[in-house]
């Protein structure tokens, strides 16, 4: 038997947004545990910032992810895997506490198993699957509701969602207003990468997913030469959200004879240094519209799970990029599948660059969306309504 003052606190998520968010939470629960005296032991299913931030990783899911129903075949054995690995150890070392990140059907099957078997364990689901925008039937939300014991929405129209089917549900606010708060200015960001006043900075953000770099990489560097060639003063800058992408996207680099500097580190200040990104749809969108940069959204899966989500599963959402969900308004153009083309990307580049009403549109629509985000404090925030489940 764990004394008070120790708990044990299980997190599960996957891909690197999701290792990213368990970092800043687990930040947020030692501080909060400090607060209260107590001790916390963290294990988790993540990657190496979730690890850096002091939980135990049972297994590295930060690279194991994808969208679509071809491209998720190479993961499921791995996913599987990892999945008995957790549960084996949950059941072995029960926890006081479960959140689970995002990270939709490895997190519903490992949330179903605790709640069937470990039923005395509270599970609290922070930055749910977005049900609420694409769900074509309403299975995930009961499931969602049925298993949880509280949800923490980072969105308010998640909350109201999750509150009409019936869910517990507090809003805390998106986590990455916390984390802009690190950010550094644009004349910082451009000083610490040597960037001269005169140059066009375009951050260029095609994958944190390995289906991204099949289907995204082309058609952003295609776009990205013809803009080089408009522009000669511009250059390109592309972090890596993981270094297993480095060699495909600097091979990519030389084929199109680009100016790029490929960095594994120094994202924020890439993207507060840039004057427009050309970017995947995800969590990304979100940071780049706090730094107040204009961006350009693609998106692009294989033709046959676009043709079958289409016509056989009737999927359509209103928007796929986070700042147009917040607002459920085009913030900023999103072209997929079809429309994601070298033509489409340089044309809406170009308007942002080079017209300036173009620019202060986005810029003003970006001030209203922050206001939906919440106030500084979202893990803190978040973090209590975590702990508070332990008072109990």
Not at 1 to 27: H, N, P
Not at 211 to 227: F, G, N, W
Not at 306 to 317: P, Q, V
Not at 333 to 345: D, F, R, V, Y
Request: hydrophobic share 45%; proline share 7%.
């Amino acid at each position: 038997m764990r004394s008070q003052e120790k708990r044990r606190v299980f997190i599960s998520t996957g891909e690197v947004a999701g290792d990213l968010q368990g970092a800043l939470l687990i930040a947020a629960l030692q501080r909060q545990a400090a607060r209260l005296g107590w001790e916390l032991e963290i294990v988790a299913l993540g990657g190496e910032k979730m690890a850096a931030a002091g939980a135990t990783v049972l297994g590295d899911t930060s690279s194991i992810g994808s969208v679509g129903i071809f491209e998720s075949l190479p993961f499921v054995l791995p996913t599987l895997q990892l999945q008995k690995r957790a549960i084996a150890n949950l059941k072995q070392h029960p926890p006081d506490l479960v959140v689970l990140i995002d990270y939709a059907q490895p997190n519903l099957n490992i949330g179903s198993y605790l709640h069937r078997e470990l039923p005395n364990v509270p599970i609290v689901y922070y930055i749910a699957p977005q049900v609420w925008v694409w769900a074509m039937n309403s299975r995930n939300t009961e499931q969602i509701v049925r298993i949880t014991d509280k949800v923490l929405a980072i969105f308010p129209e998640e909350a109201r969602y999750f509150e009409q089917h019936g869910g517990k549900v507090v809003w805390v606010g998106h986590p990455l207003v916390d984390r802009m708060q690190s950010a550094p200015s644009r004349d910082a960001a451009r000083a610490a990468l040597g960037i001269p006043a005169e140059q066009t900075a375009i951050a260029l953000l095609p994958a944190s997913r390995r289906q991204e770099i099949k289907y995204l990489l082309p058609v952003m560097l295609q776009a990205a030469k013809t803009l080089q060639d408009k522009l000669p003063q511009v250059h390109f800058w592309i972090p890596l959200s993981l270094e297993i992408y480095r060699q495909p996207i600097e091979e990519a680099i030389a084929r199109y004879g680009l100016q790029a500097t490929v960095r594994s580190s120094q994202t924020l200040e890439i993207l507060a240094a840039a004057d427009l990104a050309i970017t995947k749809s995800g969590t990304v969108n979100l940071e780049i519209a706090l730094l107040d940069v204009p961006q350009v959204v693609i998106y692009r899966v294989s033709p046959i799970t676009a043709w079958i989500a289409r016509h056989i599963l009737k999927f359509s959402i209103p928007f796929m990029s986070p700042p147009n969900l917040v607002e459920m308004k085009p913030i900023v153009p999103e072209l997929p599948q079809e429309q994601a083309t070298p033509e489409n990307i340089v044309q809406n580049a170009l308007d942002m660059l080079l017209n300036p009403s173009r620019r202060q549109q986005i810029l003003a629509n970006y001030q209203q969306m922050r206001r939906a985000l919440g106030e500084v404090g979202v893990c803190d925030r978040a973090a209590q309504e975590i702990l508070q489940m332990l008072l109990k």
